[in-house]
């Protein structure tokens, strides 16, 4: 899940700091950044335990697996 993690973190904060989302960068302090960013870690610790008790590895690792075994 560390690539899912990975990816969905930098996904989600982009969209959620930058311009092109919701663009809370320029309006958000210290204090609620962190706050944002504590409830994406608890989200993203809620949402891989749902997922690893249903599959072995996480659906970003599952693609790089595919993608890495095409060409052996």
């Known amino acids: 899940m560390s690539?899912?993690?990975y990816m969905m973190q930098s996904l989600l904060?982009?969209?959620?700091?930058?311009?092109?989302?919701?663009?809370?960068?320029?309006c958000c302090g210290a204090v609620s950044s962190l706050l944002i960013a504590l409830v994406l870690f608890i989200f993203q610790i809620l949402f891989s335990r749902w997922w690893l008790k249903h599959h072995g590895y996480?659906?970003?690792?599952?693609?790089?697996?595919?993608?890495t075994w095409i060409y052996s």
């Open 3 to 5: 690539l899912t993690n």
């Open 58 to 67: 996480g659906p970003l690792e599952k693609v790089w697996r595919m993608a």
């Open 13 to 26: 904060g982009a969209f959620i700091f930058y311009g092109f989302g919701l663009g809370m960068a320029t």
